[in-house]
């Protein structure tokens, strides 16, 4: 079992920028990977950007070049570094992370507005 729990969030206008953290109660060295969903009202949850175990990394089509995940393992932690913050990027921000299981975090609401 991991507990995952989500930070940072917060309300931005346009252009503005928001650091999420996602501290883990266990290593995280021994997962699959780990990353981001979000999910805006109405709407499906979809994966921001995930990080493998080997530290290569993937990002949605949405949020290419903008947001940036990062890991530290010494520490347990996954960030999320959202940079040029759009009002669609207004969504819940979920914490992820799998090895046979798949584990999640509360989230952390995101709110941009224009």
């Known amino acids: 079992q991991v507990q995952l729990v989500e930070s940072g969030g917060g309300s931005v206008q346009a252009g503005g920028s928001l650091r999420l953290s996602c501290a883990a109660s266990r290593s995280i060295s021994s997962l699959v990977a780990m990353g981001w969903y979000r999910q805006a009202p109405g709407k499906q949850r979809e994966v921001v950007a995930m990080?493998?175990?080997?530290?290569?990394?993937f990002y949605g089509d949405s949020v290419k070049g903008r947001f940036t995940i990062s890991r530290d393992t010494g520490n347990n932690m996954v960030f999320l570094q959202m940079d040029s913050l759009q009002p669609e990027d207004t969504a819940v921000y979920y914490c992820?992370?799998?090895?046979?299981?798949?584990?999640w975090g509360q989230g952390t609401q995101v709110t941009v507005s224009s």
């Open positions: 992820h992370g799998n090895d046979v299981y798949a584990y």
């Open positions: 990080i493998t175990w080997s530290g290569e990394s």
